[in-house]
Every structure is written in C-alpha cells, then in structure tokens.
C-alpha cells in the first residue's frame, strides 16, 4: 500500500479513514487531482455511471462543506477546495465527449481543441446538415421524440466505436469520431 503523506495537523504519517487522519481526526487532502483517480475509476472510456455516482455522493458526503461549518480555517479550506474538485472531475467524467479529452491527456496525447474541429469528412457534414434542418423542421412531440431516439442510437454507437478504438489504441480515429460526438450531443442538447 502507498503511504500517505503525514497528516497536515498533527504530522502523524498515518492510514487515514475516509480521509480523516486516525490519530487527530482532521480532514486530509485527496491527493489526486485526474478524476479517474479521484472516483477510483479504472482508465476505460466506457465507465459505470452508477459506480461514478455513489463514489461521488460518498466522497461529497465527506467534503461538503455544509460539514465543516464549525471546522477550524484550514478544515474548511480544504473542504472548499476537494469539494469544487469533486464537481469538477464529476462532471468531466459524467460527459462523453470530456471523458475522450481526459483519455487522451492521461495517455501523453494532445487533447483536440474546439479550433481543430473541421468537417474534413463530408459525409459527417452532411449528416450533421440535415439532422439540424429536420430538428428546425420539427411540428410535433413524436417527431421530436423520433429525432431524439435516433440521435440516441447514434450516439450510442459511436460511443461502441470509440471504446473500440481506445483499446486498439486507434487514437487519431477516436479523435475523428469524437468530432462527430460532439456534433450530436450539441444536437441532442439543443433538442431538450
Ligand atoms: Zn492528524
């Protein structure tokens, strides 16, 4: 097992439980700061959302700085701080297309910019063109409901192919599809 730092407090190189030091009982850092570390979550592009959610209800429970309100300064700092991180690396990971970015920043690759994102593939440009001209189309609730279903099966897909693709480490493919992911979800989203 890796030791942990000493306790800020009382300096007692110690096991901590949920993240308290054992001997003083102060709240300890986290200590990691990529969000696959942070929910204990394996580097797979597919995760489990389930799993995802009740680390992070479990880790808010212990930072949430409703917790701390009788805390000394630093209790409450530190609270503030791994608090907004879990947010942070809840979200990221809670979002399919930042899960990619993380994937491949955590890999040494260069995660792609909103700027490098180019419809160099017509077919996806087509594809993209005339699923926004029938959402702009939409008359009724069971078109929309059609569109959203199908949209959910694309992303679905994709989102097969991607977690292909990362385990042959394909990752300049993974970056064009990640393109077209992002093209559908802002679809979706806007559909909502
Ligand atoms: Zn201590």
Redesign the pocket.
């Known amino acids: 097992m890796k030791s942990n730092p000493p306790?800020w407090?009382?300096?007692?190189q110690?096991d901590v439980v949920d993240f308290r030091?054992k001997?003083?009982?102060?709240i300890q850092k986290i200590g990691k700061t990529n969000p696959y570390d942070i929910f204990s979550l394996k580097k797979n592009y597919k995760i489990d959302y389930d799993e995802l959610e009740s680390q992070y209800f479990r880790l808010q429970n212990i930072f949430h700085p409703d917790k701390f309100i009788n805390s000394d300064n630093n209790e409450k700092k530190i609270s503030a701080i791994e608090s907004s991180n879990i947010n942070n690396a809840y979200n990221l990971l809670n979002d399919n297309v930042g899960r990619i970015n993380l994937l491949l920043r955590s890999k040494g690759l260069k995660e792609f910019s909103e700027d490098n994102k180019s419809f160099s593939d017509n077919v996806l440009l087509e594809e993209v063109m005339e699923l926004q001209s029938r959402c702009l189309k939409i008359e009724s609730d069971n078109e929309k409901k059609e569109i959203r279903l199908e949209l959910k099966k694309k992303i679905q897909l994709l989102e097969l192919q991607i977690d292909e693709l990362f385990e042959k480490k394909k990752f300049s493919e993974v970056e064009k599809l990640s393109v077209k992911l992002s093209y559908f979800e802002k679809i979706n989203k806007n559909l909502i």
Do not use: D, L, M, P
């Open positions: 306790c407090n009382c300096e007692t110690t030091c001997v003083c009982k102060k």
